[in-house]
């Protein structure tokens, strides 16, 4: 029976406790088993059926040598990458679900846990319960991965989803979000585009080998969409969904997140509500897709477990799970080429056709004194030159 101390006893932590109380027969067929000795946290538990293993102090922790196993669940990247180096250092092996921190000192983490003989995995922290890190690190070894291009926060999902189909704007949708508990009180992490980011940032750092910056990401969230540009991608027979993507081509590596036309063809548009969903193509597989509950207490708890289990099976020594230390070098994503949809002013629709090759199909008649028009294929910096001193462009998306 392996020993697991639970590090912080919100959401994520009090799922994981529950996850190895209620799953034990289960777990116990696929490792030696698990016992949670330990759940740290600033605050106690009276009447909570796992209050005698609360503990304030986290040395009694570090000190226990029966302890092997460590989930880290509090969250941000201070007190949580001091308790974590710690535990590597000891030789525990730590799981988390904490994005911010694997996105910023993975690659570090990774390294100490190698040094001492244990093993740093991260599985919830990208997706989830989807198993996205573990895909990428195991099934698709003999696959060279050319893109990852998918929806990965469910909150943003789930406005953009309210805003189709129930006719809300973007404010009453994220009050909605908020009051079911699917956004936070401070939602700039979603909304503006910083948890995808990070997310895709250590999906690029895996396939890549080396550390990707998010602050170096071109990042665009939804804040600024409005019931027009939902109206729009409605007449075009699309929808609008918050895509983090990441492109493997020609020794480069581009990364973005922005809102972006989806096509009723592609399946990422199916996916609703809080849900979340990547196709990954690989040169030999094409195109797959993992699609699940990317957030959500049991789910993100599960996918820790999982971690945890791995790491049982494998006491002393390391799986390796993350890149070097070396930072990776983006690709300038102004070369990137893609297409646009673009709403301009009807006085400006000359000059804009005159500066942009558009298609034939243009969508009128959706907002007073304006058109939609979709560009050809071109690149990032190439659209925004042609743009950049027109008047009358109200505004665009990435298809």
Not at 8 to 24: A, C, F, K, Q
Not at 92 to 97: A, D, E
Not at 296 to 322: M, P, Q, R, Y
Request: overall charge negative; some cysteine.
């Amino acid at each position: 029976m392996a020993e697991v101390a639970v590090l912080g006893y919100g959401t994520v932590g009090s799922g994981v406790v529950e996850v190895i109380e209620n799953n034990r027969d289960v777990i116990s067929k696929r490792c030696e088993g698990l016992h949670v000795k330990y759940i740290l946290d600033l605050r106690d538990f009276p009447g909570d059926p796992y209050e005698d293993r609360v503990v304030h102090d986290f040395d009694s922790i570090i000190n226990d040598p029966e302890v092997k196993i460590v989930c880290e669940t509090m969250g941000g990247a201070t007190f949580a990458y001091n308790y974590t180096k710690a535990c590597l250092e000891a030789g525990k092996s730590v799981c988390t679900s904490n994005k911010e921190l694997v996105e910023k000192y993975g690659a570090e983490l990774s390294r100490i846990a190698a040094g001492h003989s244990c093993s740093y995995l991260f599985e919830a922290s990208v997706g989830g319960g989807i198993p996205l890190i573990r895909t990428i690190n195991e099934a698709l070894t003999a696959e060279k991965i050319e893109r990852i291009y998918g929806i990965l926060n469910g909150t943003t999902n789930y406005i953009l989803y309210r805003m189709e189909t129930a006719g809300l704007d973007f404010k009453a949708a994220l009050c909605e979000a908020q009051e079911f508990g699917y956004a936070e009180k401070d939602p700039t992490a979603d909304i503006e585009g910083h948890d995808p980011c990070r997310k895709i940032a250590i999906l690029a750092s895996l396939v890549t080998g080396k550390k990707v910056d998010y602050t170096k990401i071109l990042m665009e969230g939804i804040k600024d969409l409005s019931i027009k540009d939902i109206e729009y991608a409605k007449a075009a027979g699309m929808c609008i969904k918050l895509i983090a993507m990441s492109e493997f081509k020609n020794g480069g590596c581009y990364c973005m997140v922005s809102p972006r036309l989806i096509a009723a063809s592609n399946p990422l548009s199916i996916v609703k509500d809080v849900f979340n969903a990547v196709l990954i193509h690989s040169d030999m597989l094409d195109d797959s897709m993992y699609y699940g509950r990317g957030a959500g207490k049991l789910a993100t708890a599960s996918a820790v477990v999982g971690d945890a289990v791995e790491c049982a099976n494998n006491i002393g020594k390391t799986v390796f799970c993350g890149w070097s230390e070396e930072e990776a070098q983006l690709a300038d994503i102004d070369d990137l080429e893609q297409s646009y949809f673009v709403r301009v002013k009807d006085e400006a629709a000359g000059a804009f056709k005159a500066a942009v090759k558009t298609k034939d199909c243009v969508l009128e008649g959706i907002a007073e004194g304006e058109k939609g028009y979709f560009t050809e294929s071109m690149t990032e910096g190439g659209f925004k030159k042609a743009i950049a001193d027109l008047d009358g462009v109200i505004g665009y998306i990435r298809m």
